[in-house]
């Protein structure tokens, strides 16, 4: 016998920040109707988004984890998110997480400096072809089970954007890096329709 559940997607007009509180309810939901989720990836880079999130959430039994941007993205030996802003997360039981972007890193150096493209740029443009934020939340799913704050193997949600603000969520199962094609999207929770 084959069950059919009806799963929404909720698009939003463009990409970008206007979207973060609707994208926050569209996660809420799914948490209610998806009780085995127990953890949840924000790409949160200042931790506004995660701090948002957090307070939306408060009912429900998961970890947060943000993930921010590497030191030395916006400027050199600069961090995006503050060291208050850290310490606050940390108060909430929210993690911060720094790290070498997964479908970069240090070959963006290499491209940066000689031109052309990695294979990690292909499959960037690949996940972008449905939008920034999804790209965002399977980097953000490999990074962090590479740096072992979630297990491979176990659905989460993990969630993106562009700049600021969040617009995409997915339920994935992360892998590492070395298995990246062994990634599983199981469900688009919210994406942006442009």
Excluded: C, W
Excluded at 9 to 33: C, H, M, P, R, W
Excluded at 151 to 180: C, F, M, Q, W, Y
């Amino acid at each position: 016998m084959i069950i059919m559940e009806r799963k929404f997607i909720t698009y939003f007009e463009k990409q970008g920040n206007d979207y973060t509180d609707d994208l926050i309810k569209a996660v809420s939901d799914k948490l209610e109707a998806n009780k085995d989720i127990k953890r949840i990836l924000i790409a949160s880079a200042t931790g506004e988004s995660a701090l948002k999130l957090y307070g939306a959430l408060d009912e429900f039994d998961v970890e947060i984890i943000n993930v921010t941007h590497h030191m030395g993205f916006s400027g050199e030996n600069e961090s995006d998110i503050s060291e208050e802003m850290v310490e606050k997360l940390e108060k909430y039981g929210i993690k911060t997480y720094y790290g070498i972007h997964a479908f970069s890193g240090a070959a963006r150096g290499v491209t940066n400096k000689y031109g052309g493209y990695s294979p990690l740029d292909v499959v960037a443009g690949t996940l972008r072809m449905f939008s920034h934020g999804i790209k965002v939340s399977a980097e953000i799913a490999v990074m962090a089970a590479d740096a072992g704050l979630i297990p491979v193997g176990e659905k989460i949600i993990a969630i993106g954007g562009r700049g600021h603000g969040v617009d995409s969520a997915v339920i994935l199962t992360p892998v590492n890096s070395k298995d990246l094609f062994d990634l599983k999207f199981h469900e688009i929770i919210a994406m942006p329709k442009e």
